[in-house]
């Protein structure tokens, strides 16, 4: 790494990518462990590639330096091949700065998520510039996010097939080209019921859930957007929309689209709010979407949405929701943003409170 770089990076604070560490020692078992456990953590964290930087204090940033022989990549890489599951991809060089040795550790940006520790099992995560266990709903979406569960297939256990509207349905299937028969058989292929193999009982998918249910806040209270209203000086609207995703969906653009002066934007904001429903994290019970409306911008708070997503392209890591909603968008209202006005969106990601913001002004 170039002094530039490296300079660069020391006039940044500790955070979930970067850590400095004042020195390096592999000769314990106890050191090996550690060195594993921050890289596991850091390849785990959305964001790009990190770097642990060796041979700086942590809080003053000053120059302490190592010892040249003590940072081996050979062993540094054995390390991280034996102890993750699946191993991080990581570089390690020599940086002469000021006269004395600087270690830096790249851990690459990983498309192998989750990574886990061999020695106990865990996964490891950044919060900040401290590395933690991964919560379950975190993991759970990880392993969502890179196709190795689905979450919208899962069985709703408490649901019933009498949960799902049947008259949804059947506007579904007309639209899709497809001849609705009500048969069980059709809903499982479809993905819409889930039938235990053990006892043969068919329960609704989260995803026939989340659209044709006549009231998925019934399993799912957080499937809903929360719209706050900051415009009058004198007092703070706030409007919940519920209801299966699509009415979801029209309630909010309604309310939004009738507080925003500025109607060029109508495409923008409800690709915004289409991508959200569609991208948000499901399994994180505890939080909404937040859409907070002032005189001068509009700002989306999304639960669990990706640094890999990119909301300025049509992309969606959750395809099957996507192509289920393309399919009762009728009147391309959602999914068919003008690509040149979504440059106008700023967005903010925070890896540690697991929150995107998006802002219209």
């Known amino acids: 790494?170039?002094?530039?770089?490296?300079?660069?990076?020391?006039?940044?604070?500790?955070?979930?990518?970067?850590?400095?560490?004042?020195?390096?020692?592999?000769?314990?078992?106890?050191?090996?462990?550690?060195?594993?456990?921050?890289?596991?953590a850091i390849a785990n964290t959305h964001g790009g590639r990190g770097y642990i930087i060796f041979g700086i204090e942590d809080k003053t940033k000053n120059i302490i330096g190592i010892k040249k022989e003590d940072f081996s990549e050979e062993k540094i890489q054995q390390i991280i091949s034996t102890r993750l599951d699946p191993p991080a991809l990581v570089s390690a060089e020599i940086t002469n700065l000021?006269?004395?040795?600087?270690?830096?550790l790249t851990i690459f940006n990983s498309s192998n998520r989750p990574h886990q520790l061999k020695e106990n099992g865990a996964f490891y995560i950044r919060r900040g510039s401290t590395t933690d266990f991964m919560h379950k709903e975190e993991l759970a979406y990880m392993l969502q996010e890179y196709g190795l569960i689905h979450v919208e297939q899962t069985p709703v256990i408490n649901a019933k097939i009498s949960d799902l509207d049947e008259n949804l349905l059947k506007d579904y299937f007309m639209l899709s080209g497809i001849e609705y028969t009500g048969d069980e058989s059709q809903l499982i292929s479809s993905g819409f019921l889930y039938m235990d193999k053990e006892t043969k009982k068919s329960?609704?998918?989260?995803?026939?859930?989340?659209?044709?249910?006549?009231?998925?806040?019934?399993?799912?209270?957080?499937?809903?957007?929360?719209?706050?209203?900051?415009?009058?000086?004198?007092k703070i609207n706030i409007k919940l929309c519920n209801g299966p995703l699509m009415k979801t969906l029209n309630t909010a653009s309604s309310i939004i689209n009738s507080s925003c002066k500025k109607n060029d934007l109508v495409d923008v904001i409800n690709f915004c709010l289409a991508k959200a429903i569609i991208e948000r994290n499901y399994l994180n019970l505890n939080k909404t979407i937040s859409v907070n409306l002032f005189k001068d911008k509009i700002e989306f708070l999304i639960p669990g949405l990706s640094s890999k997503n990119n909301f300025k392209k049509i992309e969606f890591n959750n395809i099957w929701l996507y192509s289920k909603l393309l399919t009762l968008d009728v009147n391309?209202?959602?999914?068919?943003?003008?690509?040149?006005?979504?440059?106008?969106?700023?967005?903010?990601?925070?890896?540690?409170?697991d929150i995107t913001k998006i802002i219209i002004r």
Do not use: W
């Open 1 to 40: 790494m170039d002094t530039k770089k490296l300079q660069y990076l020391l006039s940044k604070s500790e955070g979930p990518k970067l850590d400095f560490k004042e020195d390096i020692s592999l000769a314990t078992e106890s050191a090996k462990k550690e060195l594993a456990r921050d890289v596991c």
């Open 98 to 104: 000021n006269g004395k040795y600087i270690g830096v």
């Open 203 to 234: 329960y609704p998918t989260m995803g026939s859930i989340l659209l044709f249910s006549k009231n998925p806040q019934t399993f799912f209270p957080h499937a809903t957007i929360e719209i706050k209203d900051f415009t009058e000086t004198s």
């Open 332 to 353: 391309k209202k959602f999914l068919y943003p003008n690509l040149k006005r979504l440059k106008r969106l700023k967005v903010f990601e925070s890896p540690s409170t």
